[in-house]
């Protein structure tokens, strides 16, 4: 999935479904939003999204959704009966004695271990109680794990996952692709491997029902810059499309590359699999090496500030061409990094951040080291190459504006290889001094220390040579590692802080273990319950969405009801 390209409102970090050098590098590209304004976000209508996890005593979490169309004075009450081996419910029992008013969570001590509960909340306005939420299912046994499971047609494990509604019910379904194997078009040996069996896209549904498989075939590489795809609803009807990069028939060389043949963009109905359009792919003229010509990308933008557009890319290292288009897939612009854009050519990075990086309230694209206008008209571009590590946020409380921190793989013989700078002009801000050989992965961005203002920003050295950690206002703060150079700061347990989550452990900055987890991360998102994050992972046969169980007396509206989120989700 990939806008991925993997937040908060100070700092949303996605995604890690990809194999080593080409999963970090897509994470990298997120955009985080710290503005608790909500800017538009056309056709999405979610639920309160309830979760219920049974906690290690018998007791039960609940958490649910604020939403951004709620009064600032709504209150819940909770509601919990008993399920019996029939099917039937008994009559619903109040457990709250007071509506809650102070957050979207509630621990119910009353739970009986071992026995079967379904729960729902209620809005309370003006002392009166509103429609009920869906009902969530639990079973109060102690030592349960905090994750809904969500079960795979067969014992294959996800490659990376999308988030979206695919059946206008108000909550997430799943969309994965798979198998987990990636081969990178890189030239180096080792990197390029040949595909043993095609991507399939699959979708589930938020409560694990099986909708439908689509086959990407032979003409699809197995790996992430072959087969971008992403899921929106870019016509607004309440029901999420798939757009994704497809061929025809099995054009592989004897090797197994795929140098020919036609190539498009497909328009997928999120309910029943099938393709409902097609247009081409921006064609392989202009690249001059595989790595080159099989770097391909999709994302969401608002370009007009209102509605949602789609956007397309075809390079990173050498030419670059980028391009709009409305729901029925016809061209809004068309831009190429050549003739009096000559200069933009290989400021790429792995991915699209779509932000409104000028404050006119329309999106703008960063592509890297350069971005383009809402208009498909080039805007800037720092000159400095290539980047892995890429964020646009305002990490900067102290400035206007926002801010995007880079890492640069291009080698910078002198300075700025991590560095801050100007979301609208691209002006450096601070940098470091000093020469850097391969800045890479995704880095971290996120507000991990209380004790400096903004979000802190962590890159490293390929090799494991040289790591740093700088607050927002560029004061180094640590040269140590984090032990990859891949973490992912996180909304997870009670305080405006975030949290780290690192090879499977999820960590306060310098402090202890809050919890473990399994299976390796393909998300990160609020994709259920109250305004905290959850952790996606996939294990074989299954996904798993973790959330935490961490009460807290703080409520926000859901995350994923503000516009760069919500994008930076989806670009993941």
């Known amino acids: 999935m990939k806008k991925s390209i993997k937040t908060l409102y100070k700092g949303l970090e996605i995604k890690d479904h990809l ?7 897509l994470i990298s590209l997120l955009f985080i939003s710290t503005n608790f304004g909500f800017s538009t976000l056309a056709g999405e209508t979610i639920d309160r999204g309830l979760v219920a996890l049974a906690k290690d005593r018998g007791e039960v979490f ?7 169309s ?3 004075d709504i209150g819940f ?12 419910d008994d009559i619903p029992v109040k457990v709250n004695e007071k509506p809650v008013f102070m957050s979207t969570n509630y621990l119910d001590k009353s739970a009986a271990p071992g026995t079967p509960y379904r729960y729902h909340v209620c809005p309370v306005i003006n002392g009166k109680e509103g429609e009920p939420s869906k009902k969530f299912f639990v079973r ?10 969500i079960l795979l047609q067969g014992d294959y494990t996800a490659h990376n996952v999308a988030i979206a509604d695919l059946n206008a019910d108000g909550a997430y379904d799943y969309i994965i692709k798979q198998p987990d194997f990636n081969t990178d078009p890189w030239r180096e040996p080792g990197y390029w491997k040949r595909s043993r069996t095609p991507y399939k896209i699959e979708a589930y549904t938020s409560q694990g029902r099986f909708l439908w498989r689509y086959d990407m075939g032979w003409a699809i590489e197995t790996g992430t810059w072959y087969s971008p795809y992403i899921v929106y609803d870019l016509d607004c009807d309440g029901r999420a499309e798939v757009y994704t990069k497809a061929g025809e028939g099995d054009s592989r060389e004897i090797d197994g590359h795929v140098l020919a043949g036609p190539e498009y963009l497909v328009k997928i109905d999120g309910l029943s699999g099938k393709i409902v359009k097609k247009i081409p792919w921006f064609s392989r003229e202009g690249f001059n090496t595989v790595s ?3 770097r391909n990308f999709l994302t969401i933008a608002y370009l007009d500030g209102k509605q949602p557009s789609l956007i397309m890319q075809r390079g990173t290292y050498t030419i670059i061409k980028t391009g709009a288009f409305d729901t029925d897939l016809n061209k809004i612009w068309y831009w190429e990094a050549s003739g009096a854009d000559e200069k933009y050519r290989g400021q790429g990075q792995h991915g699209l951040i779509s932000a409104d990086i000028d404050g006119d309230g329309r999106d703008e694209l960063v592509i890297g080291s350069a971005a383009i206008d809402d208009n498909g008209k080039a805007m800037w571009t720092t000159g400095l190459g290539h980047n892995d590590v890429g964020y646009a946020a305002d990490i900067d409380p102290k400035r206007p504006g926002l801010e995007i921190f880079y890492g640069l793989e291009t080698r910078q013989e002198e300075k700025n290889g991590v560095c801050l700078a100007d979301a609208k002009t ?3 801000i601070w940098g470091y001094k000093g020469p850097t050989t391969h800045v890479h992965s995704q880095g971290m961005l996120g507000d991990i220390d209380a004790s400096h203002p903004g979000m802190e920003c962590y890159a490293g050295e390929s090799d494991h040579s040289r790591f740093w950690l700088y607050s927002a206002q560029g004061k180094l703060l640590s040269d140590k590692s984090f032990g990859t150079l891949a973490p992912r700061a996180l909304w997870w347990d009670a305080d405006p802080q975030k949290e780290i989550e690192c090879k499977g452990r999820i960590f306060d900055y310098n402090g202890g273990t809050i919890m473990e987890i399994e299976g390796r991360v393909i998300g990160i998102a ?4 109250d305004w905290r994050e959850e952790i996606i992972t996939s294990l074989p046969g299954e996904i798993r969405i973790y959330s935490t169980t961490i009460p807290t007396d703080t409520r926000r509206i859901c995350l994923m009801q503000d516009r760069q989120y919500r994008l930076g989700v989806t670009a993941a």
């Open 19 to 25: 194999p080593q050098r080409i999963r970090i590098l």
């Open 62 to 68: 609940l958490s649910w959704r604020l939403l951004k």
């Open 70 to 72: 709620d009064p600032p």
């Open 77 to 88: 009450n909770i509601y919990r009966c008993v399920t019996g081996v029939t099917g039937k």
């Open 140 to 149: 109060a046994f102690p030592f349960n794990k905090p994750y809904v499971q």
């Open 292 to 294: 080159h010509v099989t």
């Open 426 to 428: 691209g002006k450096i």
């Open 526 to 529: 609020d994709c259920l319950g």
